[in-house]
């Protein structure tokens, strides 16, 4: 899936951040900042969907997806995980079991079915 290489973006974006903000960004800080994290996108989604006392504000859903994503790949960056070998061996070895109705809607770049032929990746 080739995550190494937004790992890496992300990893310089957040020392900046860091250091323009005197963040020490400690094993702790970051599995911690990724709780933070996925509690906005908690509280977005539950906005978005009419059920919070706050009203939804447009783009907050995506911004906190972005920023899940961000602490995830913080974390993994930190902790020498390797995910595109961790998803691939979590997630890749049902593949095989993925069939036409299961890919309907999907981009063709899922890398599940080749477009030209259906037959599996």
């Known amino acids: 899936m080739e995550l190494a290489a937004a790992q890496a973006q992300v990893e310089a ?5 860091a250091r323009l903000h ?10 911690l900042k990724l709780s933070e994290e996925v509690g ?16 939804a504000e447009p ?12 602490h995830l790949l913080l974390v993994a960056q930190r902790l020498d995980v390797d995910l595109d070998a961790a998803l691939e061996a979590k997630w890749g ?12 809607g999907l ?3 899922a890398g599940l079915r080749d477009a030209a032929t259906g037959e599996r990746a």
Not at 22 to 31: A, F, N, P, Y
Not at 40 to 55: P, W
Request: hydrophobic share 45%.
């Open 59 to 70: 783009g907050a859903l995506e911004a906190e997806l972005a920023d899940v994503l961000a």
């Open 40 to 55: 906005e996108l908690v509280q977005a989604y539950l906005a978005s969907s009419g059920r919070s006392r706050h009203a």
């Open 22 to 31: 005197g963040i020490e960004r400690t094993d702790d800080w970051l599995v």
């Open 13 to 17: 974006i957040s020392r900046v951040y």
């Open 107 to 109: 981009p063709a770049a």
């Open 93 to 104: 070895r049902w593949r095989h079991l993925v069939e036409e109705r299961d890919t309907v």
